[in-house]
């Protein structure tokens, strides 16, 4: 069975301070990719960034890293030099050989000015 | 940037209406999706559309639910009599064949009364 699991319901991090929010997953399927999605207020999902399982080098964009370890079944966002309008919902999401995306639960983020 | 488009941002409908949630996808992008997410829940798959033909479909997209594509950009979610726990925030996506990146757009929010 496919699983995300994100631990921090909440986070609260400092205005130009970096923050790592944590996802784990479970899978059988030996050819996966992992997501992370953004979603503010407004309630739109917005693409950050995507990790493939046969990936060598962690995925960046901008001032989001994704920390990947295959071993701890780990995908990890980082996101560097918080800005304000980072507070929002962050989902972690699997997409596998089948068609679906499997997200976790989120966590909010609160950028502190 | 070519986005997901979804029409309309909000509905209002009385328990047992039938409604149509209409999605414009990526143009090049051939896969198509519908999740949704309950109020202060994770997002859930629904449906995933290829060829003009369901290809996916969770346990929730039941006999009420029917997806259609009825012209070369339209993609819609029919609930034939709604409910009251359907009310809920459908998202539709769309990724193109060779990547597997699903975009998502800014969402319907369903209120069923």
């Known amino acids: 069975a496919q699983k995300i699991t994100q631990t921090q319901p909440g986070m609260f991090v400092q205005e130009k301070e970096a923050v790592t929010l944590d996802c784990t997953y479970d899978?059988?399927?030996?050819?996966?990719?992992l997501f992370w999605y953004k979603q503010p207020s407004s309630g739109e999902m917005i693409f950050l960034i995507y990790?493939?399982?046969?990936?060598?080098q962690n995925a960046t964009e901008g001032r989001y890293s994704l920390n990947f370890q295959k071993a701890r079944k780990s995908a990890n966002l980082v996101i560097s030099a918080s800005q304000l309008g980072d507070s929002a919902m962050y989902f972690c999401a699997m997409g596998n050989t089948g068609n679906q995306f499997y997200f976790g639960t989120g966590t909010s983020l609160t950028v502190i000015p | 940037e070519p986005e997901v488009t979804q029409t309309p941002s909000h509905q209002v409908t009385q328990m047992g209406q039938e409604v149509i949630l209409r999605c414009v996808p990526i143009?090049?992008?051939?896969?198509f999706y519908w999740y949704r997410q309950i109020l202060g829940q994770k997002v859930e798959f629904l449906v995933s559309f290829y060829n003009n033909e369901i290809s996916e479909k969770s346990e929730i997209f039941d006999d009420q639910f029917s997806v259609e594509r009825p012209d070369g950009s339209n993609f819609t979610l029919k609930i034939r009599s709604t409910k009251l726990e359907d009310s809920a925030m459908y998202f539709c996506a769309s990724r193109q064949v060779a990547k597997n990146i699903q975009y998502f757009g800014a969402g319907t929010r369903l209120s069923v009364l």
């Open positions: 143009s090049n992008h051939l896969y």
């Open positions: 899978t059988s399927d030996p050819s996966y990719g």
């Open positions: 990790q493939g399982s046969y990936d060598q």
